[in-house]
């Protein structure tokens, strides 16, 4: 029997789980400032439009990282390898004269994005791979032997 069954069986919910509470008045909050919106409008923020999905999957001997960028080209999309972070960032251009023409739903962002994964292992920066097909990015980076160890000892140097 877990600890939040047994607090659960005891207490009213909002003393088993004190994060509901608050969790509920956050929600309320945003339903108030967000209600008198059209239903068809997103409270997205651009950033957040133009963030991109991401899966991460570990094997014995690598990451596997894949990048959902539908309608990028490769040379649209930058990847780097950076003190055991991975950085993939690009810029969507989408071209439409708001002046001229009447939109009446715009969902499709444009603009620069960036998403940066810290990784839990180390890393051999010389062997990592990157592919492009299809809008999606799969990037592959190599483990480290395991007993390799980046650390050194440090010399102190006297005066």
């Not at 919910?13 to 994060?19: I, N, R, T």
């Not at 239903?39 to 990282?65: G, I, P, Q, R, Y």
């Not at 055991?84 to 969507?92: M, P, Q």
């Amino acid at each position: 029997m877990s600890i939040r069954s047994v607090l659960a069986s005891r207490y009213p919910l909002s003393v088993a789980d004190p994060f509901l509470s608050l969790q509920r008045a956050l929600q309320r909050s945003v339903d108030e400032a967000w209600g008198g919106l059209p239903a068809n409008w997103s409270a997205t923020t651009e950033a957040a439009a133009m963030s991109f999905a991401l899966d991460v999957k570990e094997d014995d001997s690598a990451f596997h990282v894949s990048a959902e960028l539908p309608g990028l080209t490769e040379k649209e999309v930058e990847v780097s390898f950076d003190d055991g972070v991975l950085t993939i960032r690009g810029k969507k251009e989408l071209t439409r004269d708001e002046k001229k023409e009447t939109w009446h739903i715009v969902e499709r962002a444009s603009g620069s994005f960036a998403r940066r994964l810290s990784l839990t292992a180390p890393v051999d920066p010389a062997k990592i791979e990157a592919s492009f097909e299809k809008g999606i990015l799969s990037v592959t980076l190599p483990k480290l032997p395991q007993g390799t160890n980046n650390a050194r000892k440090i010399d102190i140097k006297g005066a």
